[in-house]
């Protein structure tokens, strides 16, 4: 019998992948064979993992794309970007979750194994090249967080948030897959570059492959919560503990857009006449609609959601955008995004204290006065995600915007525009509250702020100004990522 | 030929369900159990320890689907098949012990 | 004779099905059944496209859903478990706190 010949596999090309779940195993084992006392070794072990993990894919990043496991996998610059930005996601979330955890009784290994097979799945599925890769690295991610949604398991709200997040996510994970599955039966292959040949020499037999094509936007449009497709996302933001609402709103979304992003450009460039205006409306929907419910909120964490999705549009316009700017531009708002959405939910644990019962607007009255450092904080991350210059907030939304002028879509930009003016109102009005002289009556003990709380806030700082005072770097490694895509 | 044929069969099914005598008692409507009568109700609820054991089933079960077409072509494969299965099988055995240690398994 | 326009359908018929359960259904654990009904239909497309085709691809990736399909079952089943423990309830529309 003739022997199969091994497929063309380098074990480096996903040396950050394996490294996390290398370090998801380990922290698996600690849990289960080291000592029940001091339980913060695990989460420091597995910030190491995530550092070196971030190491290796910035080693990867300077060579020029090439693709391995037989077309499976690709390592580009693109990839890499993505990658780094979710690393920093989880890295960030981690040191959040110490304090939190310990607070919640929930400091657990299998809380940073979640975290990390989370993020394991981001980052297949960003360097995917093919639907399997993409589909399986969605899976991991996906599934991790439905159950780290739901990991204060004795809390109903955290428990409903999970059951709301596992039923619509399979959901959506079920329209994906039957996109794949049609756009297989249409091209012959679920390797995007040979999809895109099928597709632009019309060999494809069309209705069937543009039912596909929209299944995978539904798909898609679900993970990265555009409108209609958010109806999820206030109650599972508001519902999961705040760092895995942290880690949820960052890392995830970032990864949905990058695969969403690879597959529409790689894949169907040659339909682009057709989809894009699907995209304007998502776009549009989504900007309008997060931003106007976002007014109406009284608690921070749904609020933030709703500014989440509200994010989730003004990326969406990028996409419309496309080209090198419109994706450096995307690239560069993700990683913007990543810094002060963090550092505003870091801020959102401080506050809310034990069994996060002190999330509303009106517990924020005050704290200007008696927390000014942590006030000045949160109003620098606030007017990031509001757009006013100079954070990298501002920066992100220019280019962003700059794209979508560039290619032609003046409305778009305008409409987006717009809806960054009418954000300004709930993130100010924020502001303004704890900058209010409003005594509680009732006595409250002191905000604790942990050593790794501090250090998330400064890292989150420096990237929210940072960024904003000196945006050159980040954008030409943005741009060049992506012309080597 | 085939419609009369269905019409036939489906006429007789209709006519003995709507000519046939019916006596209903209590008896009659209970679940059969061997002809024995009932000892427990079947309404009661199951004891949760079984959805324990029904999530571990389908983990570890479904795992076997790679292993079937795996033996299949094991001798095509060579050493390389071997020491990927080898650090799946590892991988799933990490599981097993972290659900031992945990006492997921232990019944009481 | 059958051919693949059959088993698209099929398949085509059943996701309906699951989709339409998931959105009327208020159970949970019935919810997850239509779930499963929906990859389940996914699979029979992709075997009969792989099938028509003569591709080995549809056949690969039939397998990763079937693997995907039981920990989506058994975080599923976690999850309404610890539900239950908390709420006494399956029933979705009584599991409604993250109203504004």
Redesign the interface.
């Known amino acids: 019998?003739?022997?199969?010949p091994?497929p063309d596999i380098s074990l480096g090309a996903i040396a950050p992948e394996i490294t996390l779940a290398l370090t998801a195993?380990v922290a698996?084992?600690l849990?289960?064979?080291a000592e029940k006392k001091g339980r913060d070794h695990i989460a420091y072990i597995s910030l190491v993992g995530v550092i070196v993990a971030c190491f290796i894919t910035f080693r990867l990043a300077g060579d020029p794309s090439w693709t391995t496991f037989s077309g499976l996998y690709v390592v580009d610059r693109f990839g890499q970007f993505f990658k780094l930005i979710c690393l920093l996601g989880t890295g960030m979330t981690i040191l959040v979750s110490v304090k939190y955890n310990k607070d919640e009784g929930i400091d657990n290994g299998e809380y940073y194994a979640l975290l990390l097979f989370a993020t394991s799945g981001m980052l297949f599925m960003v360097s995917g090249s093919d639907?399997?890769t993409i589909?399986?690295g969605l899976?991991v991610m996906s599934?991790s967080l439905?159950?780290l949604a739901?990991y204060t398991?004795?809390?109903?709200?955290s428990?409903?948030?999970?059951?709301?997040y596992?039923?619509l996510g399979?959901?959506s994970?079920?329209f994906l897959?039957?996109g794949?599955?049609?756009i297989?039966?249409s091209t012959?292959?679920?390797q995007i570059d040979i999809i895109a040949k099928a597709v632009s020499s019309g060999s494809g037999v069309e209705a069937v492959l543009d039912l596909g094509i929209v299944m995978l936007m539904i798909g898609f449009a679900f993970k990265v919560s555009a409108v209609p497709f958010h109806m999820w996302t206030?109650?599972v933001y508001?519902?999961a503990p705040t760092p895995v609402t942290a880690f949820m709103s960052a890392g995830p979304k970032a990864a949905a857009f990058a695969a969403f992003f690879r597959v529409f450009n790689v894949a169907f460039p040659s339909l682009q006449a057709d989809w894009w205006v699907i995209i304007w409306i998502l776009a549009v929907a989504t900007m309008t609609v997060g931003n106007v419910i976002a007014l109406?909120?009284?608690?921070v964490k749904?609020m933030l959601a709703y500014s989440s999705i509200a994010h989730a549009g003004y990326i969406l316009v990028g996409f419309v955008a496309g080209g090198a700017l419109g994706s450096s531009a995307i690239m560069y708002y993700m990683l913007v995004y990543t810094f002060m959405n963090i550092g505003a939910f870091a801020i959102v644990t401080v506050v809310g204290r034990k069994g996060e019962e002190k999330t509303k607007f009106s517990d924020f009255t005050g704290l200007g006065y008696r927390y000014p450092l942590m006030a000045v904080a949160l109003v620098i991350f606030l007017f990031s995600l509001a757009g006013i210059p100079p954070t990298a907030g501002f920066v992100g939304k220019f280019y962003i915007f700059m794209a979508a002028l560039k290619h032609g879509y003046v409305y778009l930009a305008v409409i987006g525009v717009v809806n960054s003016v009418i954000s300004i109102f709930y993130y100010l009005r924020l502001s303004v509250m704890m900058y209010m002289q409003d005594e509680p009556g009732e006595d409250l003990p002191p905000l604790v702020f942990a050593p790794s709380l501090i250090a998330v806030m400064i890292v989150a700082i420096y990237g929210s100004l940072w960024l904003g005072i000196m945006p050159a770097g980040y954008i030409s490694f943005a741009q060049s990522a992506f012309l080597a895509l | 030929m085939g419609a009369v044929a269905v019409g036939i069969a489906g006429a007789m099914l209709m006519l003995s369900e709507f000519l046939g005598p019916k006596h209903f008692f209590r008896e009659k409507m209970e679940p059969f159990e061997c002809g024995e009568n009932q000892i427990v109700s079947p309404k009661q609820r199951y004891s949760v320890r079984f959805y324990l054991i029904a999530m571990f089933f389908i983990i570890f079960d479904i795992e076997a689907v790679f292993l079937f077409p795996w033996a299949v072509?094991f001798?095509?494969?060579?050493m390389?098949?071997f020491i990927e299965m080898m650090i799946f099988i590892l991988?799933l055995g990490?599981g097993l012990?972290?659900v031992w240690?945990?006492g997921a398994l232990e019944w009481e | 004779m059958l051919t693949i326009n059959h088993f698209?359908a099929l398949s085509a018929i059943l996701?309906v099905i699951?989709?339409v359960g998931?959105l009327t259904r208020r159970n949970?654990i019935v919810?997850?059944m239509c779930?499963e009904l929906?990859?389940n239909?996914?699979n029979l497309?992709?075997i009969s496209?792989a099938y028509?085709?003569g591709?080995m691809?549809?056949h690969?990736?039939v397998f990763?859903?079937m693997a995907?399909a039981a920990?989506?079952a058994a975080?599923?089943l976690?999850?309404?478990m610890?539900?239950f423990?908390?709420?006494e309830t399956v029933d979705?529309d009584r599991?409604?706190?993250?109203k504004?």
């Open positions: 019998m003739a022997s199969i091994v195993v698996l084992m849990e289960v064979f639907m399997i589909f399986m899976e599934i439905y159950a739901g398991r004795k809390r109903a709200r428990n409903e948030a999970s059951v709301k596992f039923i399979s959901l994970t079920a897959l039957y794949i599955a049609l297989y039966g012959g292959s679920t206030p109650d508001q519902g109406l909120q009284n608690d749904r | 072509i001798q095509q494969l060579g390389f098949g991988l990490v012990i972290y240690k945990k | 698209l996701f699951g989709v998931v949970v919810i997850m779930i929906m990859l239909a996914v497309t992709f496209f028509y085709l591709d691809t549809g690969v990736f990763m859903v995907v920990a989506e975080v599923g976690a999850i309404v610890a539900l423990r908390n709420r979705v599991v409604s706190l993250l504004h």
